[in-house]
T-cell receptor, first 112, second 111 residues
Framework: DVKVTQSSRYLVKRTGEKVFLECVQD?????MFWYRQDPGLGLRLIYF???????EKGDIPEGYSVSREKKERFSLILESASTNQTSMYLC???????????FGQGTRLTVV | QQQVKQSPQSLIVQKGGISIINCAYE??????FPWYQQFPGKGPALLIA?????SEKKEGRFTISFNKSAKQFSLHIMDSQPGDSATYFC??????????FGTGTQLKVEL
């Protein structure tokens, strides 16, 4: 079974902190994604990567950056956390050219 | 911009009834139309998907109906069960690997 693992289920951070969300997949997938899930807004794509060191902006990249130094690991970085970044963050991966995405269990981030 | 519009936002169905969730898309380049199911505390998981060369796909109690000319597709859950209670998301993608999701439908199936 494909496994996408997010490092934390719950995080509480202070406004202005630099926050790292980590995601690891074990199936050698080329594509990795970071989504944000908010009630009534669905899943919105923040960034995605189709190869090591490659990244593309999604629909809501402002306030976020990403890093992919190894194929299996994709990190989401909040440079200076703000309260409006309080949300559920979901990581996903998929095979290049194949559209089924496999999701992690999510990280619920609260910024106070 | 919202490229995929999903309705209703929430749905309550009696056990044994039919649950219907609708989605409309704008971009005619989209060529893959999946539905994802999400249980509380879990990430979404692929439920069923369709390509635009067919108008319907059925897997067990779950059916996708696809209307290319109207740019709409829907999920039908026959004989709905309490275990189907979850949030459902439609999604689309066109030629690439980036999925665009709808806003989600919270389904509750009551006994």
């Amino acid at each position: 079974d494909v496994k996408v693992t997010q490092s934390s289920r719950y995080l509480v951070k202070r406004t202005g902190e630099k926050v790292f969300l980590e995601c690891v997949q074990d199936m050698d997938h080329e594509n990795m994604f970071w989504y944000r899930q908010d009630p009534g807004l669905g899943l919105r794509l923040i960034y995605f990567s189709y190869d090591v060191k490659m990244k593309e902006k999604g629909d809501i990249p402002e306030g976020y950056s990403v890093s992919r130094e190894k194929k299996e690991r994709f990190s989401l970085i909040l440079e200076s956390a703000s309260t409006n970044q309080t949300s559920m963050y979901l990581c996903a991966s998929s095979v290049l050219g194949v559209t089924e995405a496999f999701f992690g269990q999510g990280t619920r981030l609260t910024v106070v | 911009q919202q490229q995929v519009k999903q309705s209703p936002q929430s749905l309550i169905v009696q056990k044994g009834g039919i649950s219907i969730i609708n989605c409309a898309y704008e971009n005619t380049a989209f060529d893959y139309f999946p539905w994802y199911q999400q249980f509380p505390g879990k990430g979404p998981a692929l439920l069923i998907a369709i390509r635009p060369d067919v108008s319907e796909k059925k897997e067990g109690r779950f059916t996708i109906s696809f209307n290319k000319s109207a740019k709409q597709f829907s999920l039908h859950i026959m004989d709905s069960q309490p275990g189907d209670s979850a949030t459902y998301f439609c999604a689309t993608t066109g030629g690439g690997n980036k999925l665009t999701f709808g806003t989600g439908t919270q389904l509750k199936v009551e006994l």
